[in-house]
């Protein structure tokens, strides 16, 4: 007997914590094309050893992509769609594109209790995903209204929980914030755009991926050209340390910096550098080392920043970036710089842990082209 074949299309929405489960949603026009694309294209690689069937299926293929280019009005598009809806499989068989891709993002949870957990799982992994987004875009309501709506949901009960979230997902919000992802992500590729096969706009959702893949290389070797840093893959080490924030090197205490200014200069060359390398939104932290792995740092957002939440005085989110610096013992063994390494030598600490952080941030500014201000050069004496 073969082995059945799966769906190789990620579902929408589903978290990279939560299994297969995933918002069932309408998607915006554009986007639903896309989806048909996508699938029709996974039909084509299964059914690649039968002519008739992939060749009728390349015909609805290029099909579907002229109705994306269409300039024809919503309702005669859809029309034009549900007419492609049908896909012949040969044998009389026949599949619709929309009952497959809802079969796709089916949740495969065993229990009530898997779906309660899971769930909790998924609403915070997008609560991280929108914060990360707000700080994009601070203005934007609707991002703001789904947050808001996010938050609401605490139920535990499976029979109260499931209609909310069901209602949640019917929700414009949900769409608008898949549509800001999108933008932020077509956005990370667009400096590369040059570099790429296809224009970006017109990628299909697994070109975009390899698109995407292809730019998160292409970035790693211009750093290790541009400077001595490079980017550390492995990032499994390093979880247990980006659950608190660094109690020194972060974007909510000045001690370190010397002064609001510098800090919020931290803040900026933070926010910037995390954008410029982390793609998946999923990214709370990177971790950078030395060619010659004298220092390792892991920076972002650590996990008691999104419990935390800052909010600034004119109300806008704010979420604290922090900054770990470590030496490498041994293999996959690292050890956080601390006070207490210094024995509870302040000067000692603080003027070692400066000289640990200057390289850092020199190649910071010059991964995300910008010039690092006097002050904060001036800043970095203030402990010798």
């Given at each position: 007997m073969t082995e059945e074949k799966k769906p190789a299309v990620r579902p929408q929405f589903a978290s990279s914590?939560?299994?297969t489960l995933a918002f069932e949603v309408n998607l915006p026009l554009e986007t639903e094309i896309r989806s048909c694309i996508e699938l029709v294209a996974q039909l084509?690689?299964?059914y690649e050893?039968?002519?008739?069937?992939?060749?009728?299926?390349?015909?609805?293929?290029?099909e579907l992509r002229e109705l994306r280019a269409s300039k024809n009005s919503e309702e005669e598009i859809r029309a034009s769609l549900e007419s492609l809806m049908e896909v012949s499989l040969g044998e009389g068989k026949t599949i619709r594109l929309d009952a497959f891709r809802q079969s796709a993002a089916k949740s495969s949870l065993k229990s009530e209790e898997?779906?309660?957990t899971q769930v909790g799982k998924m609403l915070r992994n997008t609560r991280n995903n929108v914060?990360?987004?707000?700080l994009q875009d601070q203005g934007d309501e609707v991002l703001t209204g789904f947050m808001r709506n996010l938050e609401s949901i605490t139920e535990t009960?499976?029979?109260?929980?499931?209609?909310?979230?069901s209602h949640l997902a019917k929700s414009p919000e949900l769409s608008h914030y898949n549509e800001k992802k999108q933008l932020f992500l077509a956005d990370w590729l667009r400096p590369f755009q040059d570099m790429l096969d296809l224009p970006i706009d017109q990628m299909t959702e697994e070109e975009f991926q390899e698109a995407l893949k292809k730019v998160e290389d292409l970035r790693n070797n211009k750093l290790e050209e541009m400077t001595h840093m490079m980017v550390e893959t492995d990032r499994k080490p390093f979880y247990r340390h980006n659950r608190t924030m660094s109690a020194l090197i972060n974007g909510k205490d000045d001690t370190f910096w010397g002064g609001p200014e510098v800090r919020d200069e931290f803040l900026d060359l933070m926010n910037r550098l995390i954008t410029r390398f982390s793609f998946s939104l999923e990214d709370r932290f990177l971790i950078f080392r030395t060619k010659e792995r004298g220092f390792t740092y892991l920076f972002g957002f650590a996990d008691e920043a999104f419990d935390e939440g800052l909010t600034t005085a004119d109300g806008k989110l704010s979420l604290c970036p922090h900054l770990k610096v470590f030496l490498q013992l041994r293999e996959e063994e690292y050890s956080e710089l601390t006070l207490e390494m210094y024995n509870r030598n302040a000067k000692a600490y603080y003027s070692s842990l400066k000289t640990a952080v200057v390289p850092f941030l020199q190649s910071a500014a010059t991964m995300v082209e910008?010039?690092?201000?006097?002050d904060i050069k001036r800043a970095f004496d203030m402990w010798m």
């Amino acid at each position: 007997m073969t082995e059945e074949k799966k769906p190789a299309v990620r579902p929408q929405f589903a978290s990279s914590t939560a299994g297969t489960l995933a918002f069932e949603v309408n998607l915006p026009l554009e986007t639903e094309i896309r989806s048909c694309i996508e699938l029709v294209a996974q039909l084509r690689k299964d059914y690649e050893g039968q002519t008739n069937i992939a060749e009728g299926l390349e015909g609805i293929e290029n099909e579907l992509r002229e109705l994306r280019a269409s300039k024809n009005s919503e309702e005669e598009i859809r029309a034009s769609l549900e007419s492609l809806m049908e896909v012949s499989l040969g044998e009389g068989k026949t599949i619709r594109l929309d009952a497959f891709r809802q079969s796709a993002a089916k949740s495969s949870l065993k229990s009530e209790e898997d779906y309660v957990t899971q769930v909790g799982k998924m609403l915070r992994n997008t609560r991280n995903n929108v914060a990360m987004l707000m700080l994009q875009d601070q203005g934007d309501e609707v991002l703001t209204g789904f947050m808001r709506n996010l938050e609401s949901i605490t139920e535990t009960d499976y029979k109260t929980l499931k209609p909310l979230m069901s209602h949640l997902a019917k929700s414009p919000e949900l769409s608008h914030y898949n549509e800001k992802k999108q933008l932020f992500l077509a956005d990370w590729l667009r400096p590369f755009q040059d570099m790429l096969d296809l224009p970006i706009d017109q990628m299909t959702e697994e070109e975009f991926q390899e698109a995407l893949k292809k730019v998160e290389d292409l970035r790693n070797n211009k750093l290790e050209e541009m400077t001595h840093m490079m980017v550390e893959t492995d990032r499994k080490p390093f979880y247990r340390h980006n659950r608190t924030m660094s109690a020194l090197i972060n974007g909510k205490d000045d001690t370190f910096w010397g002064g609001p200014e510098v800090r919020d200069e931290f803040l900026d060359l933070m926010n910037r550098l995390i954008t410029r390398f982390s793609f998946s939104l999923e990214d709370r932290f990177l971790i950078f080392r030395t060619k010659e792995r004298g220092f390792t740092y892991l920076f972002g957002f650590a996990d008691e920043a999104f419990d935390e939440g800052l909010t600034t005085a004119d109300g806008k989110l704010s979420l604290c970036p922090h900054l770990k610096v470590f030496l490498q013992l041994r293999e996959e063994e690292y050890s956080e710089l601390t006070l207490e390494m210094y024995n509870r030598n302040a000067k000692a600490y603080y003027s070692s842990l400066k000289t640990a952080v200057v390289p850092f941030l020199q190649s910071a500014a010059t991964m995300v082209e910008t010039e690092l201000s006097e002050d904060i050069k001036r800043a970095f004496d203030m402990w010798m």
